[in-house]
């Protein structure tokens, strides 16, 4: 038997509040901690799902949740008004992660990190309870902590929306040999790591926004006799409202099994303390170094202070970290096959300058983002790309900087550079993943020497740097066109000292450094996404042809011949390399008859929005004539192909074509 998608929803909701009611979470985890208890033993045995179910049934707690969990049987109306039933819930979740069923190990130790609810978001006390089945607004809340990531469901915007997720966190120490051990409270003390949070808003257009980031220090729940400990945390906004509460969410924390032995919160207090004074006496060296060599590089040559030299930079939160904080070595495992699949992975991210309230003057607000919070967000301004491009190409082995000057117009801007191993030199667009090799010109050469004519859109170039180098340049002109990258040349790049660069920017250098992210798998079905944006597209055009008075007739073999020139698209983006299009232009001859004429439009989005990509086409004089053709025999095709990266980041490509007989 097979229920609506309204009525599922409305049982859902009846059997959530049904143990909400029972309390069931607390009998759960009373089951779980006796059930840890009893299978610890010499031998570590690991507990199954099995045993769990079998405990729970022992207990009687399955036996109470069915006695006291009746269903009506209800008409799909009302009786007495006629109306359908109201769904039961206000917002539904599209893109649902199916929850991966894991064995829970006795012998490791987890901490369950709950969210039970959010209040004092005043950004939305004056929005409405939206009605049923109403599309709103959303928020998210991303967890991450020692290289595992986590997702609540969305939860409609409100002034006390209804944050309740629970995530189960592994502790365990890494690069000791001991990861498989578990881990006692002195050790979990000297983790410094802490839970990041970051709490995004998605509109009713499916764009989103940053609300928060916050480091969660978890181990004040190392000294609570209970193994638990509950608390409000407040969430502050990010950019320019930084110190500018953005709500509450309450929080509790419970280790799994219990420490036998808890620590004092003296003892925690005093750890925490000695952690923000080493990580303020390494911060306060370096920058005491680097006001030093600011001097030294101005002295060089008083040209040099115009130069746009980026030793600092502000995250989300307002705080200044060097730059080469923002660069790590990051390897995607089997997500990303190669450097040119992670610079097209890299520009499918969405670009976003940081917002600015009220104008600023036409400046440019300045906002690095952390990595977590970028790929949380799914887009950034042109700092976070490169960032991300450069920790991609580290991790692919290549030797990657980080490029901060200008382009047209002075206009501000990053992009990344490789050295190859014969000294060629290579830029990477990071919001568009074009690629330029890059020849110098010589300014001292004869006025009639043939001279490489400049490739890339760059001007100006006034540092570069990654995870453990920073070189300014101290060439008398900053132009890119005649810039020599010999970074082993002292007197055309001034470099920082790498000690102190690592003492503040290695990882686990500093407690203020935010830990590393890895790269998320898509979970998004690209056959489906595909068939359901073709589908939207196919009843757009249908209607609005329809209001042209003008009959549509699709032609699916035509539709499906043009899958091939969109997968050579996205290949060449991918590789540079273009190759089936003689395929294509061949399969396409023979598919259109002699005396017919064929017109296709290709266009690439990074949405999945079917409407948006629509009026987007009939911008396009080349796509209205498609879309509106009028003749004798007119048959239609489109096609869609979504192409799923890494962090659900898609690659759209949409394809329209016609053919129609030519009547003179």
Known sequence: MSLPPEKASELKQIIRNHLLKMDIHGRIREVLAETVRDVQGPAHRPLSETDFLHALQRRGIIEDVMKDLHFTQEDTTDAETGSPPKPATHFVDKNITPLKKTNIDPSRRHLYVQVLGGKAFLEHLQEPEPLPGQVCSTLTLYLHFRNQRFRSKPVPCACEPDLKEGFLLEIRRDGTGEGSKMVDATTMLSLCDPVHLVLIRTDTSGETELVSSYFLDWRAVLGSPSGKTCFAMELMGVGSECKVPAG????????????????????????????????????????VYAKQWWREFLEIRPSNQSKMVKIFAQDENGANRPTCSYVRVLRAGRLLESPR????????????????????????????CSLMAFLCRGKGDCEDHAALLCSLLLGFGLDAYVCVGTKAKATPHTWVLTRGTDGSITFWESLTAHRYLHRAIDPDAPPLAPQPKPSSPYRTVGCVFNHQTFLANCQPSDAVEICVFDFQNQSRWKAMSEEALKSVCAPGSTASLPPLPPLCAPSLDPAAASNQLELEMRFLVSEHRKDLEVATVWDDHLSYLLSSALSAYELERCTGVSCGNEEFQDAVRRAVPDGHTFKGFPI???????????????????????????????????????????????????????KYRCVL
């Not at 750890?271 to 080493?278: G, I």
């Not at 969405?350 to 003057?361: D, L, N, R, S």
């Not at 990509?613 to 025999?633: K, M």
């Open 248 to 287: 509450v969410l309450t929080v509790s924390l419970e280790l799994y099994p219990p420490l036998t032995e808890t620590l004092s919160a003296a003892v925690i207090s005093t750890q925490q303390s000695l952690e923000r004074q080493r990580t303020a006496e390494k911060e306060r060296l370096f920058l």
């Open 341 to 368: 699949q992670a610079a097209r992975f890299v520009s499918l991210l969405a670009h976003e300058k940081a917002p600015m309230v009220g104008g600023g003057g036409g400046g440019k607000q300045e906002q690095w």
């Open 604 to 658: 690439h989005f990074l949405h999945r929005n079917a409407r948006r990509a629509f009026a987007t086409c009939l911008r396009s004089v080349f796509c209205e004539e498609i879309v509106c053709c009028r003749g004798d025999h007119v048959r239609l095709a489109v096609r869609v192909r979504v192409f799923a990266y890494p962090e659900n980041a898609c690659a759209v490509w949409l394809m329209f074509a016609c």
